[in-house]
């Protein structure tokens, strides 16, 4: 009789367990089968895009006095570059894939934050390379919606970025770093911006 009875508790209990499982919809899985599946789903979610990192070497240029007027800038070597160094116009920058042109400017800003005066608004152009064996830049003709990215501006590994000031510089020898050699008419500026050299 005691076993009997087990045996109509046990077929009570299973059926009661059938009827939860048809309700609910969802079949019954093993403890470490619904693990597994959890996982498959935080794997297969959105993944963060890769960051990649730019060092460069920049070099600061003074502006020209009127530059829609003037040419091709040649690229500063020798003496010429010395001579940036001793200003403190020639710097490390490290810029990310996701920044914004305005998170790009203002780290190129800290680099030359004393020869700026530190200004957070002090302007300055990007610039690209011209002529035979990118020996000179210009100022780049830009659409009313381009933006600079990191990636545009500091160019293959071996590129070195060049800004040109937009303002008056604080440098210790001004009447030695004043202007640059202009080759022929270079593009109009465009937005109002000053250059940034490739080389």
């Given at each position: 009789m005691k076993c009997l009875l087990r045996i109509i508790t046990g077929i009570w209990q299973v059926?009661?367990?059938?009827?939860?499982?048809?309700?609910?919809?969802?079949?019954?899985?093993?403890?470490?089968?619904?693990?597994r599946r959890g996982a498959a789903v935080v794997r297969g979610g959105r993944k963060k895009p890769?960051?990649?990192?730019?060092?460069?070497?920049?070099?600061?240029?003074?502006?020209?006095?009127?530059l829609e007027q003037q040419g091709d800038i040649c690229i500063p070597r020798g003496k010429e570059r010395e001579k940036l160094g001793h200003n403190g116009m020639i710097g490390k920058v490290?810029?990310?894939?996701d920044m914004n042109e305005d998170e790009i400017f203002s780290e190129i800003r800290t680099v030359f934050s004393k020869v700026m005066g530190n200004d957070n608004n002090f302007p300055f152009t990007v610039l690209q390379?011209?002529?035979s064996g990118c020996k000179t830049l210009s100022v780049p003709a830009?659409?009313?919606?381009?933006?600079?990215?990191?990636r545009e501006i500091c160019g293959s590994a071996k590129t070195v970025i060049y800004i040109m000031a937009g303002a008056a510089l604080?440098?210790?020898?001004?009447?030695?770093?004043?202007e640059y050699t202009?080759?022929?008419?270079?593009?109009?500026?465009?937005?109002?911006?000053l250059p940034i050299y490739f080389v």
């Amino acid at each position: 009789m005691k076993c009997l009875l087990r045996i109509i508790t046990g077929i009570w209990q299973v059926w009661s367990l059938l009827c939860l499982c048809s309700c609910d919809r969802r079949p019954l899985l093993p403890s470490f089968l619904q693990k597994r599946r959890g996982a498959a789903v935080v794997r297969g979610g959105r993944k963060k895009p890769k960051v990649s990192v730019f060092d460069r070497t920049i070099i600061l240029l003074p502006g020209a006095k009127d530059l829609e007027q003037q040419g091709d800038i040649c690229i500063p070597r020798g003496k010429e570059r010395e001579k940036l160094g001793h200003n403190g116009m020639i710097g490390k920058v490290r810029l990310m894939s996701d920044m914004n042109e305005d998170e790009i400017f203002s780290e190129i800003r800290t680099v030359f934050s004393k020869v700026m005066g530190n200004d957070n608004n002090f302007p300055f152009t990007v610039l690209q390379p011209t002529g035979s064996g990118c020996k000179t830049l210009s100022v780049p003709a830009l659409s009313a919606s381009f933006l600079w990215t990191a990636r545009e501006i500091c160019g293959s590994a071996k590129t070195v970025i060049y800004i040109m000031a937009g303002a008056a510089l604080q440098m210790h020898e001004p009447e030695e770093v004043s202007e640059y050699t202009y080759i022929h008419t270079s593009p109009e500026i465009v937005n109002n911006q000053l250059p940034i050299y490739f080389v």
